[in-house]
Every structure is written in structure tokens, then in C-alpha cells.
């Protein structure tokens, strides 16, 4: 079903990733066609392997300090810093598939049909997590500024558990169809990793799906309960309105930023499948070819960039992060000042 995450506009089947060295159609007898490389597929597999690498790193550090502040800083017995740690906790699954499919894109699948199934498997709970707590986490702020009155009976720790619970189990439900659907294949001599091969209403239907359940309903929420959120705050006169609406702003904007684009090529490729006048053409094709490989991989910028909101547009967690900087730096300068008297002691001797 969201196989369109990371399918490529240039195939006829949702794919389990982009690196592409063939395309695949069909001629009039309709038997299958090997068409050789080109400059998109080629271009892809450099531009999605290197920005890969970059953003497993940016995002381990990121979401790594996030799940430090929140587990040593944060009083883990609020809603709130629940549904962040395991919005973390999904960012730091989905991010650990990374160098896996950056090594496909610079190379070919080299991990098997067992890497294959659990790859995948990984790769959709960690977006249907980040999906499904950020949306936790966009209600649980609504209700806590917006009807403050009403979240005096703060929910329990059971029904924060409970609710916890449930998300994760669908979340891994739908996350088995599509590790069980996915499997490896030879193609001119390598290996890949890829989703099997699907009817054309599959497929549209794959897109429909992708397009309105994670991308148009999560924002219409998001944008829905930030515009509440603002619209409270502002009419508070208290010194952190100026920096929580900056951060309210930061979060739509950024939400729309990442998914905007690449939903847009969705839409684009899902209208070449239905054969639209303007997008069958090869120049059409290569066209979007190129904004599919820039957009599927501005999507996943979302991993470091939910750690980087929180740490750079809220206080407390800069407080924190300054508070560990110069922790580390009184550590050192310890262990310094000992190793300097241990020397002038073993001097005297």
C-alpha cells in the first residue's frame, strides 16, 4: 500500500527502493522488455547513496541527544515526553535503514533475501511510527494548551501505555505486508531488493493511499491543532510566546517541506501510469525521474530534522545541550588536572 514511499516514477510496480539500473516495459506482444541505464538512474543511485550517508549521520546524533535529554533530562512521567522518545525511537528505525540502502544505491543488493524482508519491515515501522506519534504528539500538545482546563485529570500512566501500545502494534501491521511482499531479484547480473509486481488498480489504489492517509490527513491534523495551538498563545502575554510560535511555525513549515514535494511527484507519476497528455513522453519522464530521486530523498530529511526543531527551537533542550557541552568539558579538564598531578607526584619520586 505505501510502496509508494519509495517507488520510482519510471517503473510499473511500487518498488521497496529507487536504485533502479533497468527499466522495464512492455511491447505489443506484451512480453517484458530490459531497456539498458540512463542518465536518471544513474544519477539517482549517486544522489540518493551520498545524502543517504549524510543524513544517517545528521539524524543518529540528532535523535540520539533527543533520546538523552529525554530519558536523563525529562520527567518521563508526562504524555508528552512519552510520544517524543518513541517519535525518536521511530526516526532512529527508519534512519538506521539508511547506509543499508545507500551501499544498494552506490552498489547492488548484497544482503540477501533474509536483509531484504527485514530492511523493508524496519523501514515502514519506523515511518508508520514517525507518522502515528507525531500526530500523538501534535493532539496531546492540542489538548494540553488549547482545553487546559479539561487535561487537569491528566490520562494515567496505563492509558498512556495502552495507547502506546496500540499505535506500535498497527503500526507493525502494516508494516508485514510489505516486508512479506518485498523479495530479491537478478537484473543484467545484480541484485535487488523490491517490492513484487503489482496490477495497475494496485497501484493507483498504493498512491491514493500514500497521498491522503500519510501525507493530506496527517497535515490537515498537524495544521488544524498548531493553528489552535498559535491562536491560544498568542493571546497570552507571557516571554515565551514570541519563541513557542516560532516553533509552531517551524513545525508546519518543515512537515510541509519534507512531504509537500515528494507527494506532488506521487501525484505526477501516478497520472503517467493513467497515460496523461504531457507525462508519457521520454522528455516528461526524465524530467520527473530526476524530481523523484531529489524529493523521495528531501522526504527523509525528517529524520534530523523533528531532533533539530526540538533542540534548536526550544529552550530547554538548548539549556541541555549547553549543560552537556560544559559537563564534558569539566570532565576533561578533571581527568587533565589528575593526570597532571599523578606526573608531578611520580616527578618528585
Same mark, same amino acid.
Given at each position: 500500500?505505501?510502496?509508494? %514511499? ?6 510499473? #510496480? ?15 506482444? #506484451?512480453?517484458?522488455? !530490459? ?13 540518493? #547513496? ?7 549521520i545528521l539524524s543518529l546524533v540528532g535523535n540520539s541527544f533527543l533520546l538523552w535529554a529525554l530519558l536523563? $533530562? ?6 508528552? =515526553? ?12 527508519? =534512519?538506521?535503514? %539508511? ?15 533474509? *536483509? ?12 508508520? *511510527? ?51 511482499? @518485498? ?13 513484487? $509486481?503489482?496490477? %495497475? ?20 491534523? +498537524? ?8 491562536? !491560544? ?7 515565551? $510566546?514570541?519563541?513557542?510560535? &516560532?516553533? +509552531?511555525?517551524?513545525?508546519?513549515? *518543515? ?11 506521487? +501525484? ?11 507525462? !508519457? #513522453? ?14 523521495? =530523498? ?14 534548536? *527551537?526550544?529552550? &530547554?533542550?538548548?539549556?541541555? %545541550? ?11 579538564? =578533571?581527568?587533565?588536572?589528575?593526570? @597532571? ?9
Amino acid at each position: 500500500m505505501a510502496s509508494a %514511499l519509495t517507488a520510482s516514477p519510471l517503473s510499473d #510496480g511500487f518498488q521497496a527502493t529507487t536504485d533502479y539500473s533497468y527499466d522495464y516495459d512492455y511491447n505489443d506482444n #506484451g512480453s517484458l522488455v !530490459t531497456l539498458g541505464e540512463d542518465e536518471p538512474q544513474q544519477f539517482g543511485g549517486t544522489f540518493s #547513496g551520498v545524502l543517504y550517508t549524510l543524513i544517517f549521520i545528521l539524524s543518529l546524533v540528532g535523535n540520539s541527544f533527543l533520546l538523552w535529554a529525554l530519558l536523563v $533530562r525529562e520527567d518521563l512521567r508526562k504524555t508528552t =515526553t512519552l510520544f517524543l522518545l518513541q517519535l525518536a525511537v521511530s526516526d532512529l528505525l527508519l =534512519t538506521l535503514t %539508511l547506509p543499508f540502502w545507500a551501499v544498494y544505491h552506490l552498489h547492488h543488493w548484497v544482503f540477501g533475501m533474509p *536483509g531484504c524482508h527485514l530492511l523493508v519491515f524496519l523501514f515502514f515501522l519506523g515511518f508508520y *511510527g514517525y507518522m502515528a506519534f507525531l500526530a500523538a504528539v501534535t493532539v496531546d500538545r492540542y489538548l494540553a494548551v488549547v482545553h487546559a482546563v479539561r487535561m487537569l485529570r491528566l490520562p494515567s500512566r496505563l492509558c498512556v501505555a495502552l495507547s502506546s501500545a496500540s499505535l506500535w502494534l498497527v503500526c507493525v501491521i502494516a508494516s508485514i505486508p510489505e516486508a512479506v511482499h @518485498s523479495e530479491t531479484v537478478e537484473y543484467g547480473g545484480e541484485t535487488q531488493c523490491q517490492a513484487v $509486481r503489482q496490477q %495497475l488498480h494496485l497501484e493507483l489504489l498504493g498512491y491514493a493511499v500514500q497521498v491522503s492517509l500519510f501525507f493530506l490527513l496527517p497535515f490537515a491534523l +498537524i495544521l488544524f491543532c498548531y493553528a489552535r495551538i498559535w491562536a !491560544t498563545v498568542s493571546r497570552c502575554r507571557s516571554a515565551r $510566546r514570541a519563541q513557542a510560535v &516560532r516553533l +509552531i511555525f517551524c513545525m508546519v513549515l *518543515g512537515f510541509f517541506a519534507c512531504w509537500a514535494p515528494y507527494n506532488v511527484v506521487l +501525484i505526477l507519476g501516478a497520472l503517467q501510469l493513467l497515460g496523461c497528455p504531457g507525462l !508519457t #513522453g521520454p522528455e516528461a519522464k526524465e524530467r520527473l525521474a530526476y524530481a523523484y530521486y531529489v524529493c523521495h =530523498t528531501l522526504a527523509y530529511c525528517h529524520c534530523f530534522l523533528n531532533p533539530a526543531l526540538h533542540v534548536f *527551537g526550544s529552550g &530547554r533542550f538548548r539549556s541541555y %545541550l549547553s549543560v552537556r557541552r560544559h559537563s564534558d568539558r569539566g570532565r576533561s579538564l =578533571t581527568l587533565t588536572t589528575q593526570h @597532571s598531578v599523578q606526573r608531578g607526584s611520580t616527578s618528585r619520586q
